[in-house]
């Protein structure tokens, strides 16, 4: 079975460019999370959606920070305008409900 | 709130064992375990839920003292593949599935 699918694994951009990442979930898991891992903070939950609705969106940093999931199978978090300190690795996951959460392989994302 | 997770650090030899806690301040729902390797993800190892159940996998298992808010991961006689960093995760909210990650224990094992 495939796992979690996350794209791009890696994206350099310039500050105040768009940036959007990709993310789709285990089938079947109707749990989506995004989540931050930086060495300052650790992993930080960004926003989960359960059956496709976004459930706690409090971890959003800003307003620059969007999070969409039109089906089952998608998800996309865009940063608008990004900057240098959300540079970070930003991880998709899925679960069944209450389940344990399993991760894909992460975007790491470089704003200069 | 962020669970709390004790050592930050350990460096053992192969064949020894470890305990890693972590510490809620919240009342505690659940309690998730991962491992993460340098450069990957983190993988789920295990869950435990409210009734201060203890489980296994393979030779790593692990306690949830519900009424003392905290969990903690046993790993016997370490094996050098159990190298990485240890998170829990935890649920404060009952069936909410957002969770709170600690800091991270990492772990290093020697031959």
């Known amino acids: 079975d495939a796992g979690v699918i996350q794209s791009p694994r890696h994206e350099v951009t310039e500050m105040g460019q768009e940036v959007t990442l990709r993310c789709k979930p285990i089938s079947g898991h109707n749990s989506l999370f995004w989540y931050r891992q930086t060495m300052m903070r650790g992993l930080e939950l960004l926003i989960y959606?359960?059956?496709?609705?976004?459930?706690?969106d409090s971890g959003m940093p800003e307003d620059r920070f969007s999070a969409k999931m039109p089906n089952a199978s998608f998800s996309t978090l865009k940063i608008q305008p990004s900057e240098p300190r959300d540079s970070a690795v930003y991880f998709c996951?899925?679960?069944?409900?209450?389940?344990?959460?399993?991760f894909g392989p992460g975007t790491r994302l470089t704003v200069l | 709130q962020q669970p709390v997770q004790s050592p930050q650090a350990v460096i053992l030899r192969e064949g020894e064992d470890a305990v890693i806690n972590c510490s809620s301040s919240k009342a505690l729902y659940s309690v998730h375990w991962y491992r993460q390797k340098h450069g990957e993800a983190p993988v789920f190892l295990m869950i435990?839920?409210?009734?201060?159940e203890q489980k296994g996998h393979d030779k790593i298992s692990a306690s949830f003292n519900e009424k003392k808010q905290q969990s903690s991961l046993y790993l016997t006689a370490s094996q050098l593949s159990y190298s990485g960093t240890y998170f829990c995760?935890?649920?404060?909210?009952?069936?909410?599935?957002?969770?709170?990650f600690g800091k991270g224990t990492h772990l290093i094992i020697q031959p």
């Open positions: 959606f359960n059956n496709n609705v976004p459930i706690d």
């Open positions: 435990l839920l409210k009734g201060g």
């Open positions: 996951a899925s679960s069944l409900p209450g389940g344990g959460k399993f």
């Open positions: 995760g935890t649920d404060n909210l009952g069936g909410a599935d957002g969770l709170t």
